[in-house]
């Protein structure tokens, strides 16, 4: 049985990214249709979690607290549109740590699995909006999408062979949900 599963990259797809990074909650701000992406899978059955790097912790531009304080606001959002997360993972190492949390690897992934109580990730969704994104979803079995909010056209305009490829490729999260959650055609 695959599991009715969709990861979520956090800055580009859920909220506004920042080359600067996200440091506070008042430079988190969620891209509205994402919230309501998130509520409406939700509601028709699939679990949503969250897979971010955060090497800005590392970087010492913020620390877990204000981490935590954001995720409580993300968790707030998604409650009050109808959703909910099933969890979220994030990895609060720098790229020069060596740790196996940290997307392009699967280490996230394979947390939400064991989070979650799923015997594997076979037909779950990691949607992202860099190919590191891609990358940990390919490694951890995922299917994979790119959306093109935050990173995404970037992503794509770096690495056209993506539209080539297994990768679904979306303006937004809301236009992946539409696509996952339309009925079958015939």
């Known amino acids: 049985m695959s599991a009715k599963l969709v990861i979520l990259d956090r800055d580009g797809v859920i909220n506004q990214d920042s080359d600067n990074y996200v440091k506070s909650l008042d430079e988190w701000i969620a891209y509205p249709t994402a919230i309501e992406a998130i509520a409406r899978l939700h509601r028709a059955g699939w679990r949503v979690a969250v897979a971010t790097n955060q ?21 707030s959002l998604v409650h009050a549109a109808g959703g909910e997360l099933a969890h979220i993972a994030y990895c609060p190492h720098g790229p020069d740590d060596d740790c196996q949390c940290r997307k392009p690897l699967p280490g996230m992934l394979h947390e939400i699995r064991l989070a979650l109580d799923l ?7 990691m949607v992202g909006d860099s190919l590191r ?10 299917r994979q999408a790119l959306v093109l909010t935050g990173k995404g056209k970037r992503t794509l305009d770096k690495h056209p062979e993506i539209e080539a490829s297994r990768v679904e490729v979306f303006e937004d999260l809301a236009a992946f949900s539409d696509w996952l959650l339309a009925p079958p055609s015939v």
């Open 133 to 142: 994104d891609i990358q940990a979803g390919e490694a951890a079995g995922c």
């Open 119 to 125: 015997p594997s990730l076979e037909g779950s969704w």
């Open 55 to 75: 090497s800005g912790i590392a970087r010492g531009y913020y620390d877990e607290n204000v981490l935590a304080d954001m995720h409580r606001y993300l968790r």
